[in-house]
């Protein structure tokens, strides 16, 4: 992922490939991994609304969280902008999951709402960045 200017930092890069974002004021907070293994796209986004049903209960409600189409530079890709109530707290989160790659990728941001619109477009633009650099 293309991080755009100095007011982003990288916070970790890990052997089992993920990589963490954050922005300077610690507002914003991505997150990108590889799925398992084996498992497609679709499995995965499946996998993901019966999870989001089971732990947001009352806050899930279908519509809300329909996934959207987008297309990543080098990808094709679905993504939820939804806000939720995150430990007490509202958080606006992004989820982007890259289609076409061998093993699906997704990458999750998490938002302080105050701050959602000052931030959304660059998370985007981090997010849709993402390059498979799997040979």
Known sequence: MTVPNRHWNTVSISTDKTIDIRSEDNSVFISAFRLPAGRSADDSLEELKKMQRDNLKDQYNE???????????????????????????????????LEDTPRAVGIIALMEPDTADKYRQQAMEIMLSAKNTVK
């Open 63 to 97: 519509e809300t969280f329909q996934f959207h189409d987008c297309n990543a530079k080098h990808f094709t890709c679905k993504y939820q902008d939804v806000l939720i109530n995150f430990d007490g707290q509202q958080k606006r989160t992004i989820s982007v999951y």
